[in-house]
């Protein structure tokens, strides 16, 4: 979940994504909460060797090392992925290294160009990013701007996203297995 703003939009549309995914039988999924976290912004010298100087860093990187993969759900914030979520992936390195991603976003224009600037991140991190991206318009998926009503073509396009992140979260395992850091 990409937003630590007060009120945000962004449970009811995490919340949507983990509803649907924990059904399926070929792979389990938890929901992240960024706030649970508390990474203050970003103060470790050496990320990238996993030398961590804070209990917050090693609390972070035991979590997401321990998955084949992730689903980013993000607002888009001036054209990029919030700040919050930027700094949280940036306080790993080897951790995201050779797993695969999916996208949900949402905003005026669904998220779109967040997600397209955040997909040139992924590329650093080593993380294949599928194709599909699930995409939510305040003007269609959203009464009032703030409740959440997803219209039911989303459910398809997420079913799709799903398969193909979870067959390559599996394929990317071997790549780890023989991966020179
Ligand atoms: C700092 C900030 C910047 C924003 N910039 C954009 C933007 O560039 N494009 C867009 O579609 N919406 C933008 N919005 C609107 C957000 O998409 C909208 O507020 C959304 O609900 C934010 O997600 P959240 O409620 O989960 O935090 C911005 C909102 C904030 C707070």
């Known amino acids: 979940m990409g937003s630590t703003r007060p009120g945000r939009n962004g449970e009811a549309v995490a919340k949507w994504v983990y509803d649907h995914a924990s ?13 649970d976290y508390h990474l203050p912004l970003f103060d470790e010298g050496l990320p990238a060797f996993r030398q961590y100087q804070h209990d917050h860093t090693r609390t972070w990187s035991e979590k997401i090392d321990g998955f084949d993969g992730y689903v980013f759900v993000t607002p888009e914030y001036n ?3 919030p700040g919050a979520l930027k700094n949280a992936i940036d306080y790993l390195y080897q951790e995201w290294n050779n797993k695969a991603a999916a996208f949900v976003s949402y905003g005026h224009e669904g998220g779109a ?3 397209e600037h955040f997909r040139a991140t992924m590329v ?3 993380i294949a990013t599928v194709r599909g991206q699930v995409m939510f318009r305040f003007e269609t998926d959203f009464e009032n701007w703030t409740n959440f009503r997803p219209s039911s073509r989303h459910e398809e396009a997420l079913a799709g996203q799903l398969d193909q992140l979870v067959t390559w979260s599996r394929a990317l ?7 020179v850091q």
């Open 79 to 81: 054209h990029g992925v």
């Open 113 to 115: 160009r967040a997600v």
């Open 23 to 35: 059904k399926r039988a070929d792979a389990s999924f938890e929901l992240l909460d960024l706030h």
């Open 124 to 126: 650093e991190l080593q």
């Open 173 to 179: 395992r071997t790549v780890r297995d023989q991966s």
